[in-house]
DNA sequence: ACCCAGGGTCATA
DNA sequence: TATGACCATGGG
């Protein structure tokens, strides 16, 4: 990670001076948390909530319901969200895990390395899912590295892109030392940014790496 | 009709 | 270790 540019604590600042605080991850349970972060998997999280709404309705939504529900069927209510039946199968992993481990209260007093690498062990789960789960659902101090966070700290010169996602995390880590409640606000404000000015300028500081990104190609929007 | 979205696994070389 | 195929829907 490259800090001869910009600040990550600068832009920190700047990020929420202009959006605000982002109360995230929007979940009604800690386990709505962890099935978002596995739904959201290469997925626009619109189609999550579609996805996340099926399972609630029909009260689907912990890990033992879904422990105990017909795989077609759960598959069924996942479909809005893409790869439906991995993603089924993907879910029941995680819910055995949870299920298995004393749910929320039980892997709470786990050690943070201890949980990231034994969530790491579980099918469907890599890195992002599982830096997200410590983030979100057990209020660690960690980075997630998603899409949006490597081509915006590319686009501020302090990584080049290609790194490996530890490096990154790491790194990011290294120069931002800060409560989990900084890292949460960090990660949901990159989100939001990148979502938000790259469909409204045409040449926008948020996730254009080079130029124009792909979101504004010629035919993509009419910016 | 194309491009994209809050990734991860598995087979192959 | 490192690439590539594969997973699939909804919205711009």
Same mark, same amino acid.
Request: include cysteine; proline fraction near 4%.
């Given at each position: 990670?490259?800090?001869?540019?910009?600040?990550?604590?600068?832009?920190?600042?700047?990020? !929420?001076? /202009?959006? +605000?605080?982002?109360?995230?991850?929007?979940?009604?349970? @800690?386990?709505?948390?962890?099935? *978002? %972060?596995? =739904?959201?998997?290469?997925?626009?999280?619109?189609?999550?909530?579609?996805?996340?709404?099926? !399972?609630? /309705?029909? +009260?689907?939504?912990?890990?033992?319901?879904?422990?105990? @529900?017909?795989?077609?069927?759960? *598959? %069924?209510? =996942?479909?809005?969200?893409?790869?439906?039946?991995?993603?089924?199968?993907?879910?029941?992993?995680?819910? /055995?895990?949870?299920?298995?481990?004393?749910?929320?209260?039980?892997?709470?007093?786990?050690?943070?390395?201890?949980?990231?690498?034994?969530?790491?062990?579980?099918?469907?789960?890599?890195?992002?899912?599982?830096?997200?789960?410590?983030?979100?659902?057990?209020?660690?101090?960690?980075?997630?590295?998603?899409?949006?966070?490597?081509?915006?700290?590319?686009?501020?010169g302090m990584i080049g892109g290609e790194e490996?996602?530890?490096?990154?995390?790491?790194?990011?880590?290294?120069?931002?030392?800060?409560?989990?409640?900084?890292?949460?606000?960090?990660?949901?404000?990159?989100?939001?940014?990148?979502?938000?000015?790259?469909?409204?300028?045409?040449?926008?500081?948020?996730?254009?790496?080079?130029?124009?990104?792909?979101?504004?190609?010629?035919?993509?929007?009419?910016?």
């Amino acid at each position: 990670m490259n800090a001869s540019t910009t600040s990550l604590r600068a832009m920190y600042d700047r990020l !929420l001076r /202009r959006y +605000g605080p982002q109360h995230w991850w929007p979940a009604n349970s @800690a386990f709505e948390v962890v099935a *978002g %972060a596995i =739904l959201t998997q290469n997925t626009a999280w619109t189609n999550v909530e579609y996805a996340l709404d099926n !399972l609630k /309705r029909e +009260g689907l939504l912990s890990a033992k319901k879904i422990l105990a @529900a017909h795989p077609r069927r759960l *598959g %069924a209510l =996942l479909r809005p969200a893409g790869y439906y039946n991995l993603k089924a199968r993907r879910l029941r992993a995680v819910s /055995r895990w949870w299920m298995d481990n004393g749910g929320h209260t039980g892997l709470g007093k786990w050690d943070t390395h201890v949980l990231r690498e034994s969530l790491l062990q579980v099918n469907g789960v890599g890195p992002e899912t599982a830096d997200a789960v410590l983030l979100y659902v057990f209020d660690r101090p960690v980075f997630v590295v998603d899409a949006y966070a490597r081509r915006i700290l590319a686009r501020w010169g302090m990584i080049g892109g290609e790194e490996s996602y530890d490096e990154i995390r790491a790194g990011f880590e290294a120069k931002f030392r800060r409560p989990a409640a900084a890292y949460n606000q960090y990660h949901a404000l990159i989100v939001r940014h990148a979502k938000e000015a790259c469909r409204k300028t045409p040449r926008c500081e948020a996730c254009c790496v080079r130029g124009r990104c792909a979101f504004h190609r010629a035919g993509a929007t009419r910016g």
